[in-house]
């Protein structure tokens, strides 16, 4: 009975060694996904409070477009480019979260139990 706690216990030192790691790992990449995804944001509201007066002038002057097609090309710009900047920050919230110890805890408790 004493070897199988010791056993049981080193099972869970490893565990929570492993588990230690994947948080790490994990907390950076959530961490730097929520960075990206502020960024983005903070991003397409700059570019829509500081440049869209200048966008859509120089768009209505350059193009000779009527001032709602100005709007809305200075707008679609907007659109496509902060959609590619939370897409790729989106992708870094897909990853599963600590697979390995997920994997493990589960491999270590179906032996355990047959």
Same mark, same amino acid.
């Given at each position: ?15 929570? !060694?492993? =588990?230690?790691?994947? $948080?790490?790992? %994990? *907390?950076? +990449? /959530?961490?730097?996904?929520? @960075?990206?995804? &502020? ?12 440049? !869209?007066? =200048?966008?859509?002038? $120089?768009?209505? %002057? *350059?193009? +000779? /477009?009527?001032?709602?097609? @100005?709007?809305? &090309? ?14 790729? =920050? ?25």
């Amino acid at each position: 009975m004493l070897r199988l706690a010791r056993v049981a216990t080193g099972l869970l030192d490893v565990h929570v !060694e492993i =588990a230690k790691r994947e $948080a790490s790992r %994990d *907390r950076k +990449r /959530l961490a730097g996904a929520a @960075a990206s995804i &502020a960024i983005g944001t903070a991003m397409l509201l700059m570019v829509v409070l500081l440049l !869209e007066g =200048a966008a859509v002038i $120089a768009t209505h %002057d *350059r193009a +000779r /477009l009527d001032w709602p097609l @100005a709007f809305l &090309a200075v707008a679609g710009a907007n659109a496509v480019l902060g959609s590619i900047v939370l897409y790729v =920050a989106s992708r870094r919230f897909k990853a599963p979260v600590m697979p390995e110890t997920r994997s493990l805890v589960r491999k270590t408790f179906a032996a355990l139990t047959q």
